[in-house]
């Protein structure tokens, strides 16, 4: 009886497991790894407001498109309009869900899903959530960016 007990507390377990194996992270290679570590950071850098992104971060030919903005910018536009939305407001949480990572070469097409809290002032918290395309451009320095396109997913 008890191992019948066990064997049926086994299978529950295995099948109660197996959603969330298949929701974990993908088994990446070290060049996939490196470039999402980059992603990472530069997020990291990013809600820390510390003026690393996108400075450091870009390529100095990036070009970057967002639903805020009616038409493609430059890394220096970029750089300009993080400066100003620095001041506007702040990222209290978010959360970076990665969905592929395509090399061929020296780039690298990453694919992810943001879930991100801004405030402004004591206003509300704002919600958002984004699909988020980037390529990156591995160079002497490492990974840059070269393109990163975002569009809203709805509230």
Do not use: C, H
């Not at 191992?3 to 197996?18: K, T």
């Not at 929701?23 to 990013?46: G, H, L």
């Not at 801004?118 to 919600?127: E, V």
Request: proline share 5%; hydrophobic share 45%; net charge neutral.
């Amino acid at each position: 009886m008890n191992r019948m007990m066990f064997a049926a507390s086994v299978a529950l377990f295995v099948v109660a497991m197996a959603p969330v194996a298949q929701a974990q992270m993908p088994t990446w290679s070290a060049e996939q790894a490196a470039a999402w570590k980059v992603v990472e950071q530069s997020w990291v850098d990013d809600v820390a407001q510390n003026g690393k992104w996108p400075t450091n971060y870009a390529d100095p030919q990036m070009v970057v498109w967002s639903s805020e903005f009616a038409a493609p910018r430059g890394k220096d536009s970029a750089v300009r309009w993080t400066k100003f939305l620095n001041g506007q407001s702040k990222v209290i949480q978010y959360e970076l869900s990665p969905q592929s990572i395509s090399l061929s070469g020296n780039t690298a097409v990453v694919t992810y899903a943001l879930t991100i809290v801004n405030q402004r002032g004591t206003d509300k918290p704002d919600w958002g959530k984004e699909a988020i395309v980037e390529t990156l451009v591995r160079g002497e320095g490492g990974w840059k960016f070269l393109s990163s396109t975002s569009f809203a997913l709805g509230k």
